[in-house]
């Protein structure tokens, strides 16, 4: 009996251990190496850090003829593309990229943790009133930062409001619903390029009840002599805090859209860049997508380090070519976009990880978010070691050199021009996979040939694909048939 057992399990160990290796030469159809521009990298270092404030008011020129149909559009700008930078050299740029980064991803968890453990922040004290770290209901902390801004203002619009309509630059944000903007008077406004929004001066501004189907969406909500007013709270210490209103946009080319529910915030807290005010893109029912009834959505995230703009467009086709992945929702949390991802590979070789760990389970922990606002994407511990194993493995001709922030894979390409190095791609149900152009995970973080492997791991059960690796893709939310697709170069 001993011999067959021990004969089973010799058999079994020879399978297991053929199979993943099997699977890997099989499924994987991305190609095997990639080219990176070392020299184009350097240089967008050095472009963002010596930007031209002036080139501000040629994107405002071109939003003016952006052209749409049956569906709108507006231009996208990246964070660094709007002001000239505060930091000395592209390393302090990086270092407080990733600070903020941190920032968001924190946000993000304790958004989810809350909606998961059923507590309202409501239920909370006020966020204003607490001083460093203050542990709440359950063991979720908030940390609050004065300094360090929630995490989302990485890519922005311009968007016209009111009546007659003035324009604004407002963060897009996947990971939340409610709109809002800095309005007047001010309690407490941070600064902001865009004169702030006067709502007496708007004819076709209008207060919402509190008996309003709207009132009764927002998290948090007050009811004072009638009027709603609403609180947006980013899990960091900032917050937005004003009336809750409706108010008419204004897109180039189409009839304009009215009764959309958005907060007059009079009392804001935190770095929101410059920027008025925020869009929120979540799934949840405030968020501009669904209050447009939105069939779809799509964005293109130009570089970070480029001052060249894409589109956010509505209701626009998913494209042909399009690489696709279920879109799927969780029934604790309707912001968030959740996508199906089946494995990755490297070199085009897919990594033996179970799926289960792209997977959310019964209890909404877990399974893989895309996100507009994250930057670097943020996988399982395990799934990051075999990732990043894979990819030392693959680029042993390149030199190593030390980590930094929460990069631990580094190399110095300083002596070279361009280098080929293993294909890194995603995996979708069906077969389909998505590899990803170098750059998108090979950073630059200082101006003289260091890069570093654009993926961090985190203990949370959440993971998140970050905004580096979807730079140049236009990314196509088919809300109305669930799926995500990807289009490579479609800027
Ligand atoms: C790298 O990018 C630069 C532009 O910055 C371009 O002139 C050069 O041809 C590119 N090199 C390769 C190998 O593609």
Not at 67 to 77: D, E
Not at 275 to 298: E, R, V, W
């Amino acid at each position: 009996m001993a011999g067959k057992g021990f004969l089973f399990y010799l058999l079994f160990a020879f399978f297991a251990s053929l199979f993943p290796s099997v699977l890997s030469r099989t499924f994987s159809h991305a190609p095997k190496t990639t080219l990176l521009n070392v020299s184009a990298s350097i240089q967008k270092t050095l472009d963002v850090l010596s930007f031209d404030p002036e080139t501000i008011q040629t994107l405002q020129q071109q939003e003016q003829s952006t052209q749409s149909s049956s569906s709108f559009s507006l231009q996208l700008y990246s964070r660094d593309s709007l002001r000239k930078s505060p930091h000395k050299d592209y390393k302090a740029l990086t270092l407080a990229r990733l600070e903020r980064d941190s920032a968001r991803v924190r946000s993000l968890n304790i958004k989810l943790n809350l909606a998961i453990n059923g507590i309202k922040k409501s239920d909370l004290k006020p966020i204003q009133s607490i001083e460093g770290f203050e542990v709440k209901s359950g063991d979720l902390e908030t940390p609050i930062s004065s300094g360090i801004s929630h995490g989302s203002g990485e890519y922005f619009s311009r968007l016209a409001i009111g009546t007659p309509s003035k324009s604004f630059y407002m963060v897009l944000d996947t990971g939340s619903d409610v709109n809002w903007l800095q309005c007047a008077p001010c309690t407490d406004c941070y600064q902001q390029d865009d004169p702030i929004f006067v709502p007496s001066s708007s004819s076709s501004y209008a207060p919402l009840s509190c008996d309003s189907q709207q009132c009764k969406s927002l998290d948090e909500s007050e009811c004072r002599s009638g009027s709603c007013r609403y609180q947006v709270s980013y899990g960091d210490g900032s917050y937005t805090t004003g009336d809750f209103a409706t108010e008419t946009l204004t897109f180039a080319n189409s009839a304009p859209i009215h009764n959309i529910a958005l907060g007059c915030g009079h009392d804001n807290e935190g770095l929101f860049v410059g920027a008025a005010g925020l869009m929120g893109l979540g799934g949840g029912s405030l968020s501009f997508p669904s209050q447009f009834k939105s069939s779809s959505f799509s964005y293109c995230l130009v570089n970070r380090d480029s001052s060249s703009s894409s589109t956010l467009q509505f209701g626009s086709a998913q494209p042909p070519d399009a690489v696709t992945t279920p879109l799927l929702r969780s029934r604790r949390i309707n912001t968030f976009y959740y996508v199906g991802i089946t494995g990755l590979s490297v070199g085009g070789e897919l990594l033996s990880i179970p799926s289960s760990y792209f997977e959310m389970d019964a209890s909404g922990n877990g399974g893989v978010i895309i996100d507009s606002g994250t930057s670097v994407t943020r996988l399982k511990t395990e799934v990051y070691n075999a990732l990043r194993d894979a990819f030392v493995k693959g680029t042993k001709n390149l030199k190593p050199t030390h980590g930094i922030a929460i990069f631990d894979t580094c190399y110095d390409l300083s002596s070279k021009t361009s280098v080929a190095v293993p294909t890194v791609a995603f995996h979708f149900p069906g077969g389909k996979s998505l590899p990803l152009p170098a750059k998108n995970y090979l950073v630059p973080v200082d101006s003289s040939g260091t890069v570093c492997f654009a993926f961090a791991p985190t203990s949370s059960a959440l993971s998140i694909i970050g905004n580096i690796q979807q730079q140049g893709t236009r990314v196509n939310f088919d809300l109305a048939n669930l799926v995500v697709g990807f289009s490579s170069n479609k800027c």
